[in-house]
């Protein structure tokens, strides 16, 4: 089975990609950030908790999110592959990943980075935010805050796979189908 991190900074295209991996290519994606908003919704106990974290534009705790990515990932061992979007987002995130991928014989193919523009995504996500009907793309200083975050906390896990000689780059800055067709070779 592939298995395949799709990274990037807010902003950058990787859900709209991994939404088109799934489809062209059987791929399954798995989105904490979907997983998290579909929680919310449902108002569970987990949405409830993850939703001040995200309100702020902050990552929600590590164990929580773990924990919630194993059991959506059990959930597709048939799939011919996966396509991590959002996750992992911390270098714990990306140690437990690793983890989880040994307890099941399984292995990170590719972590495929989606090279952008920093400038580019505020606009970007104040644009999506007229529409998602996101909290979170609506509010310029929560925008702000979670670009600080993926600086701070989540740009390291990009030499965390660095190291293990699984780092693609792309360029993400074209047009949707450009950007997927570089995407499609790093897969296929
Ligand atoms: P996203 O849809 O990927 O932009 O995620 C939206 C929000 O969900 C983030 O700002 C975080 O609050 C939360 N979230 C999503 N994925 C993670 C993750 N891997 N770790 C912690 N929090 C996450």
Redesign the pocket.
Known sequence: MKNYILFGP?GSGK?TQAKRLESDYGLVQI????L?RYELGNKTELGQL?QS??DQ????PDEV?VKMLARKYNEHRDAPGVIFD????TIA?AEALDHLMDQLDEEITALISMDVDKDELVQRLLERGKTSGRA?DANEEVIRT?LQVYENETSPVLSYYENQGKVQRINGMGAINIVFQSLAACVR
């Open positions: 807010p859900g989105s904490t950030g979907d998290f993850a974290y995200m534009g902050r990552l929600v999110t959002g996750f992992p987002r995130q979170d979670r």
